[in-house]
């Protein structure tokens, strides 16, 4: 089955500064790709996704992911941040299938401070 | 503003007693799912429909939970009896099709259980 780890619970960044959130995802075979944000009291909404093609993706609100298949990586990128930015940021993985279902990171929580 | 609309947006129970929560997933979406969100932002799958069919459940929810999205009314979740550990923030979320596409979610109902 596929996982993903988001190995950073809180990541602070000076608005206008550049960002990168990480993701690495386990699977036996090239995976569909998500990074989600979440307001709060709000639900999930899509940044980004990848399925294939190109490996840099381009999302909402100036953000991108990379894809690299060697390092099982899918990071979120943004040159600057913004203070409304301020959010928690989850990566998902699921598979080509009906049936399937998304799974999760336990996210990153950006603090975008002055 | 999300287009999937859940009901209520909190909702607050006895041990033991019943909680329902109920979801009207975007217009067009035939595939809808269930999460639970802890206070630790993990996610835990419980349901996914397409249509008014089960597509895969995990043992709890066939154990604990009742489901259903009938044809022309909201789907809904319902634990039977809760439990402490069933505090949490269920979200819902509707797709165009059950292979990996991308979920719209709503901005979820958040039971606590005294």
């Known amino acids: 089955a596929q996982s993903v780890t988001q190995p950073d619970a809180r990541v602070t960044v000076s608005e206008g500064a550049s960002l990168q959130l990480r993701c690495k995802y386990s699977s036996s075979v090239t995976p569909y790709l998500f990074w989600y944000v979440q307001y709060p009291r709000q639900g999930l909404q899509l940044l980004l996704k990848?399925?294939?093609?190109?490996?840099v993706v381009q999302g909402v609100n100036g953000f991108e992911a990379e894809f690299s298949k060697s390092n099982s990586s899918f990071h979120l990128r943004k040159a600057s941040v913004h203070w409304s930015d301020s959010a928690v940021y989850f990566c998902a993985v699921s598979m080509m299938g009906s049936g399937t279902y998304q799974r999760f990171g336990t996210g990153t929580k950006l603090q975008v401070v002055p | 503003n999300s287009k999937v609309i859940q009901t209520p947006r909190y909702l607050v129970k006895g041990q033991g007693q019943k909680a329902k929560m109920r979801c009207i997933p975007e217009k067009g979406h035939p595939v809808v799912f269930w999460y639970q969100q802890n206070k630790n932002n993990e996610f835990k799958f419980l349901i996914n429909?397409?249509?008014?069919?089960?597509?895969?459940q995990i043992d709890m929810t066939e154990k604990r939970f009742s489901a259903e999205c009938p044809s022309n009314s909201p789907c809904s979740l319902e634990i039977q009896s809760s439990e402490a550990g069933d505090s949490a923030l269920y979200l819902c979320?509707?797709?165009?099709?059950?292979?990996?596409?991308?979920?719209?979610f709503g901005e979820g109902s958040r039971l606590i259980v005294v």
């Open positions: 429909f397409q249509n008014q069919e089960v597509l895969q």
């Open positions: 990848y399925y294939s093609g190109d490996p």
């Open positions: 979320a509707s797709s165009r099709d059950s292979s990996g596409n991308t979920l719209y």
